[in-house]
C-alpha cells in the first residue's frame, strides 16, 4: 500500500515537471522572444544556482549574447520574465508609463516575510505611493545638510582607527561594513553604536548578514517562486524570529523614549512618529528594516569597490588627492563645498558604473501593455497583470556599444568634455522613474564624505593581497571581490 502511494507520487512528480518543462521550453518560442533553453526545474539559472558565476555575470551573457533585441526571455526557475536591453523602452516602461508598472515584483510574499513586504522597497500600488509621500521628506536638502555632520563624525571614527593600525593589511569589506552600519543607525535613527569598539554589537551582526541567505533561505527564495499556495499553508518565515523581534524592539523602544522625554531630531524616527497614525506598527518597523536592506550593502559596495580601485590606479588617486587638499585648504568640507568636488564625482560615477549593487530595476505589469516588437519584422508582444520584466541595470553599464572599454576604469567618462557621450538611460545606478532609489542623495553624501577623509590622509596601497583585476565573489547578491578587498593605508604627510 505505502509502496503504491510513494509510486504514484513520484509518477506525478516526474509527470508534473515533465509538463512544466514542456510549457517552460514553448514558453518565449511561441511568443517570438530569444532566449537560452532552460533545464527542468531551475530554468536558466543552473549557473548561479551552482555557484559557477555571479548572478550579474549570467544576466550580462544573456543581454550580450542577442544584441539586436530590444528584450529578451529568461526562466528564473519557472518564472519567465522579460530582460528589457533597449534604453528607449527602459524609459518608457520606468517613466513615461509608469502607471502600468508601479510595484516591483513579488520576492516574499507577506505570510513568508511581514517586514519585507512592508518596507517601501516591496510595497504596492496606493500604499506603496502613500509611504513613499510619507518618506520622502526626509531626504531633502536641509535633512541631507543636517546629517552631514553626523556621518563626518563616523568617518572620523574611521580615520582615527586607520591611524592606529597604518602598519596592517585591512580588511576593507569589514571596516567599511561598520561605517555603513554606525552612520545608518545614527543618522537614520538616533543610536550611536561605535561598532569599530564594540565588535560585537547584534545591531551590526545582524544588520550585516540580512542579505548573507542560508542555503534554507535561497531553497525558500525559490520554493515560494514556484509553490507560492504551498509557503503560505506551511507559515514558514524567511528570518529568524530574533531578527524580526530586534527590529520590532529598536523601533518601538525608540519611539517610546523619544515620546517620553520629549526628543525631537531631524530623522527617519522621527517623521515616521509624526506619520503613525495611518500606520501598523510592523509597517513603521517595516521601514526601519528596509534602510539596512536597501541602504547597507550597497552603500558599502560602493565605497569598497572606490577604494579597490583607487589602490589599482595611482594616478586617479593622486589627482582626487589634489583636488581633496585643494578644498581642505580653500574652505573645507560642508554640505555646500562638497558638490565642487567635481573628481570625486566622476570617480564615485565610474565605480558605480562598474561595479552597482542595483542589478536590475524589477517592474511588475499591474495594466496590460503592448510592448513593440523585439526587433524589426518581430511580433508585439502583450504583457499581462502579474508579468514581470528586468530593466538591466549593470549590464547595460558594461555594454561595450554604450561604454567603449566597460573594463577600463575611467573617471573621465564624467568629465565635462566628455559627458555628452553618455546616451540617456543607460547609466542609472539608483534606477529610474517615480520608484528611483529614495537614499541617493543619503548614499552619495555617505559615500563621498568617507572617501573624501580617506584620500586626505591617507595613500590607498596595493599589497599582494589585493586582488587585480577584480574578479566577482559568485555568492548570493552582494556585490564583492571574490577574494575580498585588501589594502593599506599610508599616512600622507
Ligand atoms: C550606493 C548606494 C545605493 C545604491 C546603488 C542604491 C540603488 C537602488 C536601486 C537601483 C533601487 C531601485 C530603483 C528602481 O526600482 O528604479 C533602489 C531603491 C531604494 N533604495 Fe537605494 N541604493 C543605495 C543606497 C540607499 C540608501 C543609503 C538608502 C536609504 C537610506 C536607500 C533606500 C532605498 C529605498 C527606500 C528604495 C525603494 C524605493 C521605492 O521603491 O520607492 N538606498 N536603490
Ligand atoms: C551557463 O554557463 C555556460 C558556460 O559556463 C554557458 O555556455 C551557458 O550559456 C550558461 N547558461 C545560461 C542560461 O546562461
Ligand atoms: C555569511 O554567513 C555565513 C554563515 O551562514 C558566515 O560563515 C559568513 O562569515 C557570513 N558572511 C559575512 C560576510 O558575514
Ligand atoms: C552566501 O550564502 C551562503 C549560504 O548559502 C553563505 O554560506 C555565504 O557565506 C554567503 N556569501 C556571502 C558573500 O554573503
Ligand atoms: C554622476 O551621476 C549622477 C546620477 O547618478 C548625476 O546626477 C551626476 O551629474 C553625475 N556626475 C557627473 C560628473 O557626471
Not at 582607527?161 to 585591512?170: G, K, N
Not at 564615485?348 to 513593440?372: H, M, Q, S
Amino acid at each position: 500500500m505505502i509502496f503504491e502511494i510513494l509510486l504514484s507520487l513520484i509518477f506525478t512528480l516526474v509527470g508534473y515537471i515533465i509538463y512544466d518543462y514542456i510549457q517552460m521550453s514553448q514558453f518565449f518560442k511561441r511568443r517570438g522572444v530569444k532566449h537560452f533553453p532552460p533545464v527542468p526545474i531551475l530554468g536558466n539559472i543552473h549557473n548561479t544556482t551552482f555557484r559557477k558565476m555571479h548572478f550579474v555575470e549570467e544576466m550580462q551573457l544573456v543581454h550580450d549574447a542577442f544584441p539586436d533585441e530590444k528584450y529578451v526571455g529568461f526562466m528564473d526557475c519557472t518564472k519567465p520574465i522579460l530582460f528589457i536591453r533597449d534604453p528607449e523602452l527602459i524609459k518608457q516602461i520606468t517613466v513615461k508609463d509608469f502607471d502600468h508598472f508601479t510595484d516591483r515584483r513579488e520576492f516574499l510574499t507577506e505570510e513568508l516575510d511581514p517586514l519585507f513586504a512592508s518596507t517601501v522597497l516591496f510595497m504596492k500600488g496606493e500604499k506603496w505611493r502613500q509611504m513613499r509621500t510619507t518618506l520622502t521628506p526626509a531626504f531633502t536638502g536641509s535633512k541631507m545638510k543636517s546629517m552631514l555632520p553626523i556621518i563626518v563624525e563616523n568617518a572620523n571614527n574611521i580615520i582615527q582607527y586607520l591611524h592606529d593600525h597604518q602598519t596592517e593589511i585591512i580588511d576593507v569589506e569589514d571596516l567599511v561594513n561598520r561605517y555603513a552600519v554606525d552612520v545608518i543607525s545614527s543618522a537614520g535613527f538616533g543610536l550611536q553604536i561605535n561598532s569599530l569598539k564594540d565588535r560585537d554589537n547584534e545591531l551590526f551582526k545582524i544588520g550585516i548578514n540580512l542579505l548573507n541567505f542560508t542555503l534554507k533561505q535561497r531553497a525558500l527564495f525559490i520554493l515560494s517562486s514556484m509553490f507560492s499556495d504551498l509557503t503560505r499553508k506551511l507559515g514558514v518565515r524567511f528570518y529568524p524570529e530574533k531578527t524580526y523581534n530586534l527590529f520590532r524592539n529598536l523601533v518601538a523602544t525608540t519611539m517610546e523614549y523619544r515620546k517620553r522625554e520629549h526628543v525631537e531630531r531631524p530623522d527617519m524616527i522621527q517623521l515616521l512618529m509624526e506619520a503613525k497614525g495611518e500606520w501598523s506598527a510592523d509597517e513603521l518597523t517595516g521601514q526601519v528594516f528596509n534602510f539596512f536592506i536597501a541602504g547597507l550593502d550597497s552603500t558599502s559596495s560602493a565605497i569598497v569597490m572606490a577604494i579597490h580601485e583607487l589602490a589599482l590606479h595611482p594616478e586617479i588617486q593622486e589627482k582626487l588627492y589634489q583636488e581633496c587638499r585643494h578644498l581642505e585648504e580653500d574652505k573645507g568640507l560642508t554640505f555646500d563645498s562638497l558638490s565642487e568636488l567635481k573628481y570625486l564625482d566622476c570617480v564615485i560615477n565610474e565605480t558605480l558604473r562598474k561595479w552597482t549593487a542595483g542589478i536590475f530595476i524589477d517592474r511588475t505589469c499591474v495594466k496590460t501593455y503592448g510592448l513593440p516588437p523585439p526587433r524589426e519584422g518581430g511580433r508585439p508582444y502583450t504583457l499581462k497583470p502579474g508579468d514581470v520584466v528586468y530593466n538591466m541595470l549593470n549590464a547595460m553599464l558594461m555594454d561595450p556599444n554604450h561604454w567603449p572599454e566597460p573594463h577600463k576604469f575611467d573617471p573621465e567618462r564624467f568629465s565635462e568634455e566628455n559627458k555628452h557621450n553618455i546616451k540617456p538611460y543607460t547609466y542609472m545606478p539608483f534606477g529610474a522613474g517615480p520608484r528611483i532609489c529614495l537614499g541617493q542623495r543619503f548614499a552619495m553624501m555617505e559615500v563621498k564624505a568617507l572617501i573624501f577623509q580617506i584620500t586626505l590622509n591617507f595613500m590607498i596601497v596595493k599589497t599582494e593581497k589585493t586582488m587585480d583585476p577584480i574578479k566577482l565573489k559568485p555568492h548570493n547578491f552582494s556585490i564583492k571581490a571574490l577574494d575580498g578587498t585588501w589594502v593599506k593605508f599610508q599616512k600622507r604627510e
